[in-house]
């Protein structure tokens, strides 16, 4: 299984002038659709960014945020820094195929 490199980069245009570059996780990527990020200094805002025909781009607050993410497959992910304590889900399968 290879794994997926979730850090990349995102541009906000804070005014005509002033760029800003912060490190960013993403969260959930589908190809040439959108991509979820967390930006390092905020960690409890979730952004999507939609896809342009060139790069991921969304607006905040009527600033302008840019990302070039290389998706190679899709995928959503859940980062985690420890455990979350509950118990695996266990199913068992009826004869018909489907859960019970």
């Known amino acids: 299984m290879s794994s997926v490199n979730l850090d990349t980069e995102v541009s906000t245009q804070i005014n005509k002038r002033k ?11 589908f190809k040439e659709k959108y991509i979820k990020v967390i930006l390092h200094d905020e960690d409890d805002h979730v952004f999507e960014l939609k896809w342009n025909g060139f790069m991921y781009e969304g607006i905040l607050l009527g600033m302008l945020m840019i990302c070039q993410y290389n998706v190679e497959r899709d995928f959503s992910a ?16 009826s004869r018909s195929g489907k859960p019970n």
């Open 78 to 93: 859940i980062k985690t820094t420890y455990g979350t304590g509950q118990q695996p889900i266990r199913t068992k399968r």
């Open 19 to 29: 760029k800003v570059k912060s490190k960013a996780t993403v969260i959930e990527a």
